[in-house]
C-alpha cells in the first residue's frame, strides 16, 4: 500500500467533527436470525435511517460546509441518480445556499421529489444517452456555481467514510466489512477508514451482476468501462470507477463480490421481514452478498454498510413481490 493516499483516516476524523450535530449517529442493528443463516455476527450501519434516506448526505454536508461564503451565495451544482441529489440539496439549504441537479429523467420519483422539496433545480437528461459529467461541468461554469460531484471529491470520500468509524467505535474489532459499491465514493471512504482503524481488516465491495466495472477494473489494474448497466440497484448502474476513488480502492478493497437481480430482492425482503427495515436495492446488495453465499468464508465479525432506503411504496412491492428468475 503506498505511503500517501488522497484521502486519509485523519481527513475521515476531520470529517467527522465536522459533521457531528449536523448528520445523524445512525444505529447499529443486530438479528439472531441473520446470524444463525449466515453463521456469523453480523453487525448493520443503518445509513437507511440518515438524514435523506442514505449515506449520502455525509460526504454532501462536509464538501458544502467547506465552500467560501462567496461560493455558497452562488450556489452550488452536481449530477446524480437520486441519494446524492438530495444530500447536496439539503446540506445547501442547511448552509444558506440553493443547489440545481442534474439528474436522469428515470431517476426514481421518491428521489426526484425529495431532491425539490429540499428547494433544488433539477435538470434532467437521458442516462442511456447523456453525458452526466459534462452537463453537470458545464453548467456549473455557466452559472458559476461549485460543483459538488457524487464520488469523485475527497471531502465527499472523507465525509462517507465516517459511516465506518462510528461503527467501529460502536462495536469494536470487525474481521470483514461489506460495502456496496457504486462510482467508488463511499467504499473508499469506507475502506480508508476501516483499514486505518483495523488493519487486519477485509474490505470486500458488492455489486450487481449487471454493473461489475469495479471487480473488472480491479482485475484488470486498471479502469474499465462497461455499457450503462441496466438493474434495480439503481444507485450503482455505474458504467466506470471513478478515477480519484479507484486510486484509493485499488490498494484498500480486497475483493468484489456479485449479487444478481434475485439475491437483491430476497435480502430486501428479508430485512423487511425479519427486521423490519426498508431498503432500497443499493443499499441490499451487502445482504444479498451474505445471504446467497456470495462473499466467501465469512470470518466470525463482519460490518455491512447499509447504505441507503429511499424507495417509494409501489417500487418496492413490486421488487419484493416480483417472481424469482
Aim: glycine share 10%; net charge neutral.
Amino acid at each position: 500500500m503506498p505511503n500517501a493516499l488522497p484521502v486519509t483516516l485523519g481527513d475521515v476524523h476531520d470529517a467527522a467533527a465536522r459533521i457531528k450535530g449536523v448528520a445523524h449517529r445512525t444505529p447499529v442493528l443486530r438479528s439472531r436470525t441473520l446470524d444463525a443463516l449466515v453463521g456469523a455476527e453480523v453487525f448493520l450501519k443503518c445509513e437507511n435511517l440518515q438524514r435523506i434516506g442514505a449515506f449520502k448526505f455525509r460526504g454532501a454536508y462536509n464538501a458544502v460546509s467547506r465552500l467560501t461564503p462567496a461560493q455558497l451565495e452562488r450556489g452550488v451544482a452536481t449530477y446524480s441518480s437520486g441519494n446524492h441529489a438530495q444530500a447536496v440539496a439539503l446540506a445547501a439549504r442547511e448552509l444558506g445556499s440553493t443547489a440545481v441537479i442534474v439528474m436522469p429523467e428515470d431517476a426514481p420519483r421518491s428521489k426526484r421529489e425529495a431532491a425539490v422539496g429540499y428547494g433544488a433545480e433539477i435538470v434532467t437528461y437521458d442516462r442511456y444517452s447523456g453525458d452526466r459529467v459534462a452537463i453537470g461541468e458545464a453548467l456549473a461554469a455557466e452559472r458559476g456555481l461549485a460543483l459538488i460531484p457524487p464520488y469523485e471529491h475527497p471531502h465527499v470520500i472523507a465525509g462517507q467514510g465516517t459511516a465506518t468509524l462510528e461503527l467501529i467505535e460502536e462495536v469494536g474489532d470487525l474481521d470483514a466489512l461489506l460495502v456496496p459499491i457504486g462510482g467508488g465514493g463511499l467504499i473508499a471512504g469506507s475502506a480508508t477508514a476501516a483499514k486505518g482503524l483495523l488493519p487486519r481488516i477485509r474490505v470486500i465491495g458488492v455489486e450487481p451482476e449487471a454493473g461489475d466495472d469495479t471487480k473488472r477494473s480491479l482485475s484488470a489494474g486498471r479502469r474499465v468501462s462497461i455499457p450503462i448497466p441496466r438493474t434495480i440497484a439503481d444507485g450503482q448502474a455505474s458504467e466506470i470507477p471513478g478515477e480519484l476513488t479507484f486510486s484509493i480502492n485499488r490498494h484498500l478493497v480486497d475483493d468484489v463480490a456479485l449479487v444478481s437481480e434475485d439475491d437483491i430482492r430476497a435480502a430486501m425482503r428479508m430485512a423487511f421481514e425479519r427486521m423490519k427495515i426498508v431498503m432500497e436495492p443499493s443499499g441490499a446488495t451487502p445482504l444479498a452478498a451474505l445471504l446467497a453465499g456470495r462473499a466467501g468464508n465469512l470470518p466470525r465479525r463482519v460490518g455491512i454498510i447499509v447504505s441507503g432506503g429511499n424507495i417509494d411504496t409501489r417500487r418496492f412491492a413490486e421488487i419484493c413481490a416480483a417472481p424469482a428468475g
